[in-house]
């Protein structure tokens, strides 16, 4: 029979309690009042839309109505087509377009 040292128990205790500590906090987390009363932290909906906090402006809008985009000091005129199919003046342009910040000012005029 071959004799265990006291630091050999030491790290066996340790691995046992570490084990048991695992064990405990995983049954109290799984239990039902807890899971109840914390809930997930995932959502299935949105429950708010936030609100934007830049103003819109009606002017902007109305130019965008009528096809005129003035985007990083260029204007370009759409003529009734879609401004995606507009070759850009700039990459500036491009990008401003791309990034659709320019929606927020639609909803200032009716």
């Given at each position: 029979?071959?004799?265990?040292?006291v630091?050999?128990r030491?790290?066996?205790s340790?691995l046992?309690?570490?084990?048991a500590f695992?064990?405990?906090?995983?049954?109290?987390?799984a239990?039902?009042l807890?899971?109840?009363?914390?809930?997930?932290t995932?959502?299935?909906?949105?429950?708010?839309?936030?609100?934007?906090?830049?103003?819109a402006?009606?002017t902007r809008?109305?130019?965008?109505?009528?096809?005129?985009?003035?985007?990083?000091?260029?204007?370009?005129i759409?003529d009734?087509?879609?401004?995606f199919?507009?070759?850009?003046?700039?990459?500036?342009?491009?990008v401003t377009l791309?990034s659709?910040?320019?929606l927020?000012h639609?909803?200032?005029?009716?």
């Open positions: 029979m071959t004799r265990v040292s630091a050999e030491t790290r066996l340790v046992i309690g570490r084990r695992r064990s405990l906090v995983s049954g109290i987390s239990h039902p807890l899971r109840w009363r914390f809930g997930s995932k959502t299935d909906r949105l429950v708010i839309a936030p609100q934007d906090l830049r103003t402006d009606a809008a109305s130019e965008i109505y009528a096809g005129r985009f003035a985007f990083a000091g260029k204007v370009v759409c009734r087509r879609s401004p199919e507009m070759t850009p003046p700039s990459e500036e342009w491009a791309l659709f910040a320019w927020r639609m909803p200032a005029v009716d």
